[in-house]
């Protein structure tokens, strides 16, 4: 029991995920992404127009009694799972309409907070063949953190230049996993019925990790979590009760390249970011006492005070006060981004702005 998480990191555990999440330490996770069985309750077998035999999930994994039997299952591995979360860690958890809801019913009796459901759109469903139903084309996936209180982390920006500079919305566009991706037998079947693709992997990660952070998955399938990772430099622990799969998933992640320079995969976006104020500036020197700020078209015109304060003699003024409140207060603006607003210039001619001063401090700070 407690089991210190760090010496295993990168590694896939052979064996029952409940089990072995008790050896592992309390406290010691970032991130669980769960893609639990389905419990998806299918009779009989199906068949395409064409005569030719769907291959469903017929796994032994995905059978249950009862539903008592798969929300005590349920129950017990989210259980397991919040012990091992960090404070401010969250945790991923996908399905479809069979279990999606009873996962999220126990997740909320267990003190879970809800962030966000996620539709995951599919742009190449498999159709509704016997045609008594609407086609299944989308699986719901819920965000949820450990707790009210916790903080988990969230790359808003990093998610939004993902997305062309558009918030990124609930309701994802990505096709299922094919062509090359789908892992196949020597014999040219699926390696597993439900693998996932490694793009909805990689959106998840980005969202709510950062590099360095440890991820989980206690139903590690062929190892789509950790391909991810390591294309991340995320670090993961993978749980598998199946030999064959846990295999299939080592030789899948040792064919992946991690990156080449871990700097470009840092996301961390202005809310993240150390706070600098403006008065730091002045005191290392950067901008000594007495040096003019002017905003880029020099219209207004401001001089920088000993105590990190502006001082303004303009057609609005005189006004003193931050960086902030005299770039309003020339502007008869409600408010203003001083660190973009104001600009001082190294050399004649050159206007920069003075957040590339607060860049440079923070870089020091790394």
Same mark, same amino acid.
């Given at each position: ?135 299944? &084309?989308?699986?719901? !996936? ?6 009210? @209180?916790?903080? $988990? %982390?969230?790359?808003?920006? +990093? ?68 391909? &991810?990772?390591?294309? !991340? ?6 749980? @598998?009760?199946? $030999? %064959?799969?846990?295999?299939? +998933? ?83 603006? $409600? ?32």
């Amino acid at each position: 029991m407690g089991t210190q998480t760090k010496t295993i990191r990168d590694q896939i555990l052979v064996g029952d995920c409940i089990r072995l999440m008790q050896d592992l330490a309390p406290a010691s996770i970032d991130l669980v992404f769960a893609d639990p069985p389905y419990n998806l309750q299918l009779g009989g077998e199906l068949f395409r127009p064409n005569n030719t035999r769907v291959n469903g999930v017929e796994e032994a994994w995905d059978h249950f009694v009862d539903f008592r039997a798969y929300d005590t299952f349920t129950r017990d591995w989210l259980t397991a799972c919040k012990r091992l979360l960090k404070p401010n860690g969250s945790l991923w958890v996908i399905g479809t309409y069979h279990n999606i809801f009873r996962l999220g019913t126990v997740l909320q009796d267990l003190g879970f907070w809800v962030l966000n459901d996620i539709v995951w759109r599919k742009t190449n469903p498999m159709p509704n063949f016997r045609g008594t139903r609407f086609t299944n &084309a989308h699986e719901t !996936l819920i965000w949820a953190a450990r707790s009210r @209180e916790a903080k $988990p %982390t969230f790359n808003y920006e +990093a998610m939004k230049r993902l997305n062309d500079d558009l918030q990124m919305r609930s309701d994802w566009l990505l096709p299922i996993c094919n062509g090359p991706e789908r892992l196949k037998t020597t014999d040219g079947q699926k390696a597993h019925p439900t693998q996932k693709p490694e793009a909805l992997l990689y959106r998840v990660l980005l969202s709510s990790t950062r590099p360095g952070d440890l991820v989980l998955d206690p139903f590690f399938g062929t190892g789509t979590t950790g391909a &991810a990772a390591r294309r !991340l430099d995320r670090r993961f622990i993978g749980i @598998e009760r199946d $030999p %064959t799969y846990a295999e299939i +998933a080592q030789h899948r992640i040792a064919a992946v390249t991690g990156p080449a320079d871990p700097a470009l995969l840092d996301t961390t976006g202005k809310r993240q970011a150390p706070r600098i104020p403006f008065g730091w500036v002045v005191e290392r020197g950067l901008l000594p006492p007495g040096s003019v700020l002017q905003d880029f078209a020099r219209r207004f015109s401001a001089r920088v005070r000993a105590d990190g304060t502006l001082i303004s003699d303009n057609v609005h003024g005189p006004h003193r006060g931050s960086i902030h409140q005299v770039g309003a207060a020339v502007q008869g603006a $409600p408010s203003c981004n001083g660190w973009t607003f104001w600009h001082y210039e190294p050399r004649a001619g050159m206007l920069v702005p003075i957040e590339q001063l607060r860049q440079q401090l923070r870089g020091e700070l790394h």
